[in-house]
């Protein structure tokens, strides 16, 4: 096994009225493509007292992950519908019976305002 050695250091954050430093580990080079780490790679990150274990997702690990992100994601696009649904029905709700109908019922168009072959030619 070959070892790195790393220093833990800062960065700020910035909280409701201030900045406040937190620790952080910043690894890059070479040798993390090398260990199975390519630019992209989804990591599972498990930590105890004392001891931090980093390693990439198994093949089950990433698509589980990603039916979670597809499962949220429906159910944000859910929320959406269901709040243009209810815009327009209240919309809707809102319009005047003469607004609200298609066409006219005496529109030549219509079935009630069109005249059967049979009337025209008994004219």
């Known amino acids: 096994m070959q070892t790195k050695n790393l220093k833990v250091a800062y960065t700020s954050r910035q ?7 937190v620790p952080k580990i910043q690894m890059e080079g070479k040798w993390l493509e090398e260990l199975g780490f ?3 790679t989804l990591l599972k990150v498990e ?3 004392g001891s931090i274990r980093i390693r990439p997702l198994s093949e089950e690990e990433a698509a589980e992950r990603r039916q979670q992100e597809l499962k949220a ?3 944000r ?3 959406e519908l269901k709040q243009v649904q209810l815009g327009l ?8 019976p003469e607004l609200s109908q298609v066409a006219e019922s005496k529109s030549p168009y219509s079935p009630s305002g069109r005249k059967s072959k049979k009337s025209e030619k008994t004219k």
Do not use: R, V
């Open 77 to 79: 696009k859910s929320a």
């Open 89 to 96: 029905a209240a919309a809707y709700a809102g319009l005047s």
């Open 47 to 49: 930590f105890e007292q």
């Open 38 to 40: 390519a630019i992209g």
């Open 73 to 75: 994601e429906l159910d």
């Open 15 to 21: 909280t409701k009225s201030s900045y406040t430093s």
